[in-house]
């Protein structure tokens, strides 16, 4: 009878020894497959990452050539950007590409632009510095110009204020 016992023991036992062996081989394969998907993950990311770094900088050329061809202010607006973001835009673009896009959309060099009237405008200087000014109560030409150019920029300035404080109290 005790013979009979043992067998079952040791049977039991080897039950026993075979169902974790089996369990732990189910582990090792489980880590593996886990290890595999991490790795394809850091891939993964690792290839999103430069497709959206790729896609921000040609964002920022895009950017910087509107900017380049109309006021950045507005350009801007166009564009859906804040300021903020259009400044960003137009340090991060590389010139050379953004020249070149402006070649190639305007069909030759396109000038730098330049804040203030264009050059050869207006009375010549020293015209300004000899005679002093002949009529003080009427306004110049270019001082109309002035006055035209400050008042659209404080108009801007109050629409771009208007429109932050809305979407500051829609985020809300």
């Given at each position: 009878m005790a013979s009979k016992g043992s067998n079952e023991a040791v049977q039991a036992l080897r039950r026993q020894q075979k169902a974790e062996e089996t369990a732990l081989l189910a582990v090792l394969g489980a880590s593996g497959t886990v290890e595999q998907a991490r790795q394809r993950r850091t891939a993964e990311l690792a290839a999103l990452d430069t497709a959206v770094s790729d896609a921000e900088a040609g964002e920022d050329v895009a950017l910087a050539v509107l900017g380049a061809l109309m006021p950045a202010d507005r350009a801007g607006r166009l564009a859906g950007v804040t300021p903020t973001r259009m400044q960003q835009a137009v340090r991060r673009a590389a010139p050379d590409t953004v020249t070149g896009r402006l070649e190639t959309l305007t069909g030759g060099t396109v000038a730098a632009r330049r804040r203030g009237r264009p050059?050869?405008?207006?009375?010549?200087?020293?015209?300004?510095?000899?005679?002093?000014?002949?009529?003080?109560?009427?306004?110049?030409?270019?001082?109309?110009?002035?006055?035209?150019?400050?008042?659209?920029?404080?108009?801007?300035?109050?629409?771009?204020?208007?429109?932050s404080a809305a979407s500051d109290d829609g985020a809300a």
């Open positions: 050059p050869g405008t207006g009375t010549p200087r020293q015209a300004r510095r000899g005679g002093g000014r002949q009529n003080a109560g009427s306004a110049t030409d270019d001082e109309h110009h002035d006055q035209r150019d400050d008042g659209d920029s404080r108009q801007g300035d109050a629409e771009d204020r208007e429109r």
